[in-house]
T-cell receptor, first 115, second 110 residues
Framework: DGGITQSPKYLFRKEGQNVTLSCEQNLNHDAMYWYRQDPGQGLRLIYYSQIVNDFQKGDIAEGYSVSREKKESFPLTVTSAQKNPTAFYLC??????????????FGSGTRLTVV | RKEVEQDPGPFNVPEGATVAFNCTYSNSASQSFFWYRQDCRKEPKLLMSVYSSGNEDGRFTAQLNRASQYISLLIRDSKLSDSATYLCAVNRGSQGNLIFGKGTKLSVKP
């Protein structure tokens, strides 16, 4: 079955560490996204990519980095510069044609906790 | 005005009730509108796309009002299993990425 897979499900990070969250999709979607969800804050866009080897900053990109070397993969690195990384991280993909988004499919998320 | 706003609720309704949620958006150039359902500690799942002409899927009806810049979701004959948080999402003008509301929590009671 086609879908989008995030790993790991839970991740614990020590202060000063960089960690990388994995996101893989086999839906043949061009566009991929990373959001962060905090209680009471809703989903906030970190980075997005509409094509391989290209990506754009979202609303809260500071302290994060991404790459898009393959259509299927869009990993997110949470760097030590991100001061408050504890959150639920959601990866999504979509078909995107012109200015029309046909709706996201989300992965099951990664819960990151700083210890 | 925030880009996308929803009443956080909670909406506490008895089984069988009809409940409606609204979501306002600020960018008149937005073209794509969605309702998502999110269960506790789970990822959001697409419930419905919202079309200009309105659309219905079983007990769920979605409407778009471009003049007043809001979308709505109507749930008829509420079930216990409808208890969840409902997120609206709107594309950011000419960009394809979506802006999400903070969600409206629905609790359906026996």
């Amino acid at each position: 079955d086609g879908g989008i897979t995030q790993s790991p499900k839970y991740l614990f990070r020590k202060e000063g560490q960089n960690v990388t969250l994995s996101c893989e999709q086999n839906l043949n979607h061009d566009a991929m996204y990373w959001y962060r969800q905090d209680p009471g804050q809703g989903l906030r866009l970190i980075y997005y990519s509409q094509i391989v080897n290209d990506f754009q900053k979202g609303d809260i990109a500071e302290g994060y980095s991404v790459s898009r070397e393959k259509k299927e993969s869009f990993p997110l690195t949470v760097t030590s510069a991100q001061k408050n990384p504890t959150a639920f991280y959601l990866c999504a993909s979509s078909i995107y044609v012109g200015v029309t988004n046909y709706g996201y499919t989300f992965g099951s998320g990664t819960r990151l906790t700083v210890v | 005005r925030k880009e996308v706003e929803q009443d956080p609720g909670p909406f506490n309704v008895p089984e069988g009730a009809t409940v409606a949620f609204n979501c306002t958006y600020s960018n008149s150039a937005s073209q794509s509108f969605f309702w998502y359902r999110q269960d506790c500690r789970k990822e959001p799942k697409l419930l419905m796309s919202v079309y200009s002409s309105g659309n219905e899927d079983g007990r769920f009806t979605a409407q778009l009002n471009r003049a007043s810049q809001y979308i709505s979701l109507l749930i008829r004959d509420s079930k216990l299993s409808d208890s969840a948080t409902y997120l609206c999402a709107v594309n950011r003008g000419s960009q394809g990425n979506l802006i999400f509301g903070k969600g409206t929590k629905l609790s359906v009671k026996p």
